[in-house]
């Protein structure tokens, strides 16, 4: 009996020790997350619901934030183009990493140095891309674009980012062209995942390259398309560095045509002190990013279970 007891208490002795080594491990990132990520929602979303200017105390007001930031222009505009950019955005990057994905897995000449320079635009300083793309976009007619579109399509120049019509085009495209190598990237991975066998038997059943990509291809890669989606959403809504590089101007003031979301609630916290509003717009756009990766979620499973 006393050896039964003796093995129990060494058992229990090297479970206690196991579960010590693993939140050794585990505590420092759990640590790191409840200080930098996990206190600071909690915190935004009291905030949310009081006065603040970070100086003074707290004074709670209830949802007097919330209907303050829906009765302001800047902030509809702010969520207006954010909504706007990401449901241009996202099918348009998507399209196209697909549509390069297919092309560079091909067993074509020089295909590893295409992936490089597709995946190029994403790794490099966001900085210098954007200064690439303020010369080439420039408003003024000496921009090479507008010299194209004068003298080769017989067209009138454009402002782009300087002009409130096409700034958000702007935005779009060079949002586009930056990220699509790292979805594409993704879809590789995906498309070389793919079994040669699904394609023979296709073949075999007469399917042509078309049919072959729309019952193989897309079925097969629907789990990374729901992954690239949900990511690309997400990024898309928080997106701020681009549109402050692009139209933020000489005093980074962006003007309601190219205001999103997150530029909004930096405006409000760091320019206006008006903490509790920022707060308020950003438990906005966590409900928005939340309802839409719910819905975009409980399609994927309506989906599988078909």
Do not use: H
Request: hydrophobic share 55%; glycine share 6%; with cysteine.
């Amino acid at each position: 009996m006393s050896a039964i007891t003796d093995s129990r208490k060494a058992y229990q002795r090297r479970k206690r020790k196991q579960t010590l080594v693993a939140w050794s491990f585990i505590a420092p990132n759990f640590i790191g997350f409840a200080i930098f990520t996990l206190g600071p929602i909690i915190l935004a979303f009291v905030i949310a619901f009081t006065e603040w200017d970070g100086n003074n105390a707290m004074r709670f007001i209830g949802l007097q934030n919330f209907t303050t930031i829906f009765g302001d222009d800047r902030f509809i505009s702010a969520l207006k183009n954010t909504l706007i950019y990401s449901v241009f955005t996202v099918p348009i990057t998507l399209a196209i990493a697909l549509g390069l994905a297919i092309l560079l897995n091909q067993p074509i000449k020089g295909r590893n140095f295409f992936r490089t320079v597709t995946f190029f635009p994403y790794v490099a300083s966001l900085v210098a891309v954007a200064a690439v793309w303020n010369m080439l976009f420039t408003p003024a007619k000496g921009g090479i674009i507008n010299q194209f579109l004068m003298n080769v399509l017989n067209m009138a120049p454009s402002k782009w980012a300087a002009a409130p019509k096409t700034v958000m085009l702007t935005i779009i495209m060079f949002s586009v062209w930056k990220n699509m190598g790292y979805y594409m990237v993704i879809y590789l991975a995906g498309l070389q995942g793919i079994s040669e066998d699904l394609y023979e038997a296709a073949s075999l059943d007469g399917a042509n390259a078309l049919q072959r990509f729309w019952y193989v291809t897309i079925p097969q890669l629907r789990p990374t398309t729901f992954f690239v989606t949900i990511i690309l959403t997400i990024n898309c809504f928080k997106v701020y560095d681009i549109v402050y590089m692009l139209a933020g101007g000489s005093n980074g003031i962006i003007n309601k045509s190219a205001i999103v979301m997150v530029y909004y609630i930096y405006e409000e916290a760091f320019r206006n002190w008006k903490l509790g509003q920022a707060s308020a717009a950003a438990i906005v756009l966590f409900v928005i990013v939340l309802v839409i990766t719910l819905i975009q979620f409980r399609g994927e499973k309506n989906y599988a279970n078909d």
